[in-house]
């Protein structure tokens, strides 16, 4: 918005009356991060738009201005914005959560509309025609330069905004150019027409011409294939909607009991998941959903709950987790939750032995045991449930193809849950396309800090002064060295420069007796730094470890570098990742490109967008298709999501 020179572009004979039916012919308020803004004149501005000043803002309409905070809720908005000033320059914009002023996302600009109303009625009606609500609300972090796709004239290159006269006022367009230099200037009111374009393709897209039918005629051509394809993605949601499935009783009293057991607030998003959950277990149709939430957000909680609730009703529960530890850490969890309650829990993974192993089986086909947590093992052939009523899945990503052929044909039989922080693509996709039901988990916990992220050459000063500042305040360092070849070189060179630091070591191929104890030795605070490989990835929990040291990070996939990053930060005190590539190695621009997406994804609840990033950067031709993959190259990710979900609903 309000860059250095910028004045109201109208007189006041323009400003229309409130209860005027023009009211829709303002122009907009943009604020753009770096950029200067004229304290006074904004306030001004937000009063003419309709905006109430408070001393707090509490409900769309309101905005406050304390020194260098500005807090705004546009009624277009889900939730309010803030922006941070140093001086007159604009350092930060960040929407929040009002229940609890935690950041949930950070923007490089806002554009701001009249109040006055883990748009004019034909207008929204146009919107409302390709879908209730855009998969990706990628509106508000759309930059100068990028590809964007007008829902009527297809792909074009966003060169900003201009001010048109237009019945005597002066109005805000958005610039849009085509082929040939052409231009297209369309009214802020208009924006919902627009989308940023991905592509999923390592080249430009096509740009369209204004003159041609080109774009129409790509329109109509993806849409007949995507009937084809919406048949294929439905096949297996109408085969599980032929099937009775059990519908779960009401909640019990023993079931409010053990939720008001939980020692923490839930968060509105976890109340609001849980209850989506359960909803679905009521129902007679197989429930296959998943909840998407970033690390630390209470995924667990919330499968806890639906656990719970099948045991209730005499149903069996499988939990699959993606590593032993993860297992281990999961088993505790569990078992400390339902300790007042007749449940019972237990664990197959490689810290049991093989006659603890034969036991456990035995009383699962019993109906001894309610609640099984495993690793791929619980997918065995010989494993026999008496009586299985939820599968729950922990980051499905993580699972072979062997494991997922076995997963397809038990979600035939019963409720499945799939937790995840970074979805994989297609089940992303499914779910935007709404053939998978999906919960998000968007608040943060409270006190909970954005990791601070640092991407670099491998310098041993950065090293030993991450771990030596960890160590002073009392916290703990996972270093990550991902080949078990050579990892206790890793670790004896440290300690070498650091003598009076605590080192253990952990990786996959130790003795799982020798793993349990380093691991509990390192949860127990009694080690400093634990030299290990991703072994620690997925979900394990420890709020004391606050820095990640991630070594030759140039060789990990973004949504591993994500994970990782969740490990620490989880706990009210500030936590540090870096995230490091060897010194003079020519990396690839698609590993450099991970390293830019970590670095600049580090606020809190970005795993919605990692899994967007990560789609743009391999590619989708081997994950949705070489059809799809053409039909969205086309169109446009977002564009096409939307028909795909207008030819779904219709179907």
Not at 26 to 45: P, Q, R, V
Not at 140 to 161: A, K
Not at 175 to 187: K, N, Q, S, T
Request: hydrophobic letters at 40%.
């Amino acid at each position: 918005m309000v860059a250095k020179q910028r004045r109201l572009s109208y007189d006041s004979e323009h400003i229309p009356d409130r209860n005027s039916s023009a009211h829709y012919m303002f122009e907009s308020i943009k604020i753009y991060k770096g950029e200067d803004l004229d304290y006074t004149l904004l306030a001004g501005e937000l009063t003419e738009y309709g905006y109430e000043r408070c001393v707090g803002i509490s409900e769309q309409g309101d905005f406050s201005m304390r020194g260098g905070i500005i807090d705004i809720f546009p009624p277009t908005f889900e939730g309010p914005v803030r922006i941070e000033l140093s001086g007159n320059k604009v350092l930060s914009i960040k929407s929040f959560s009002i229940a609890s002023s935690e950041t949930l996302e950070e923007h490089t600009m806002v554009i701001i509309l009249p109040r006055l109303g883990l748009y004019p009625k034909r207008k929204k009606a146009r919107a409302l025609e390709l879908g209730e609500k855009a998969p990706l609300e990628s509106f508000i972090d759309l930059r100068l330069n990028d590809y964007v796709v007008h829902v009527d004239y297809g792909i074009g290159i966003f060169r900003g905004f201009e001010k048109i006269d237009f019945k005597g006022a002066k109005r805000d367009h958005m610039v849009i150019e085509y082929a040939g230099e052409d231009r297209l200037y369309v009214p802020i009111e208009e924006m919902h027409l627009i989308q940023r374009y991905v592509g999923f393709e390592k080249r430009p897209p096509r740009i369209h011409s204004l003159t041609t039918k080109t774009w129409k005629k790509t329109k109509e051509r993806i849409k007949k294939g995507i009937y084809s394809i919406a048949f294929e993605l439905l096949e297996l949601n109408a085969m599980r909607s032929r099937l009775p499935g059990f519908p779960f009783s009401r909640d019990t009293d023993w079931q409010l009991r053990f939720e008001e057991s939980f020692p923490f607030k839930e968060t509105p998003d976890q109340m609001r998941s849980c209850r989506e959950v359960k909803q679905d277990m009521e129902s007679t149709k197989p429930m296959d959903r998943l909840l998407c939430g970033d690390v630390g957000y209470g995924k667990t909680e919330v499968a806890l709950r639906a656990a719970f609730k099948a045991v209730m009703d005499n149903k069996q529960v499988a939990i699959l987790v993606p590593t032993t530890l993860l297992a281990e850490q999961h088993f505790i969890t569990f078992k400390e939750r339902v300790k007042d309650f007749p449940v019972n829990v237990e664990m197959i993974s490689r810290f049991r032995t093989a006659g603890e192993v034969s036991r456990i089986l035995k009383d699962i086909e019993k109906g001894v045991v309610d609640i099984v947590i495993g690793t791929h093992a619980i997918l065995r052939g010989d494993i026999k449930f008496k009586d299985l009523g939820l599968l729950i899945i922990d980051e499905e990503q993580r699972f072979g193809v062997r494991d997922k052929e076995r997963l397809k044909k038990m979600r035939m039989l019963v409720d499945v849950l799939t937790l995840t922080a970074t979805p994989i693509p297609r089940t992303l996709y499914m779910s935007l396309m709404g053939v998978k039901d999906m919960s998000i988990i968007e608040t943060p916990p409270q006190e909970r800090l954005p990791v601070e992220v640092k991407a670099l050459r491998y310098d041993k000063e950065v090293v030993k002064r991450a771990i030596l500042r960890e160590k002073r305040r009392g916290g703990q360092v996972f270093f990550i060295h991902n080949r078990v070849k050579g990892i206790d070189n890793i670790a004896l060179g440290l300690l070498k420069e650091m003598p009076e630091v605590k080192i253990g070591v952990a990786n996959g191929q130790m003795h799982s007796k020798e793993l349990e104890f380093v691991m509990r030795e390192f949860i127990k605070g009694k080690i400093d730094v634990l030299v290990c490989t991703v072994i620690i990835e997925s979900g394990i929990d420890i709020p004391n470890a606050n820095t990640l040291i991630v070594n030759h990070a140039d060789m990990f996939g973004l949504a591993d570098l994500y994970q990782l990053k969740g490990r620490v930060g989880r706990f009210k005190r500030r936590a540090y990742a870096y995230f490091l590539i060897p010194k003079g190695r020519i990396i690839s621009k698609e590993s450099e490109r991970r390293l830019r997406a970590i670095e600049r994804y580090r606020e809190l609840g970005s795993g919605f967008k990692i899994a967007m990033e990560d789609l743009e950067i391999r590619g989708a031709g081997n994950i949705l298709g070489s059809q799809q993959h053409g039909y969205i190259s086309a169109v446009g990710f977002d564009l096409y999501c939307r028909m795909m979900r207008e030819v779904v609903a219709g179907l």
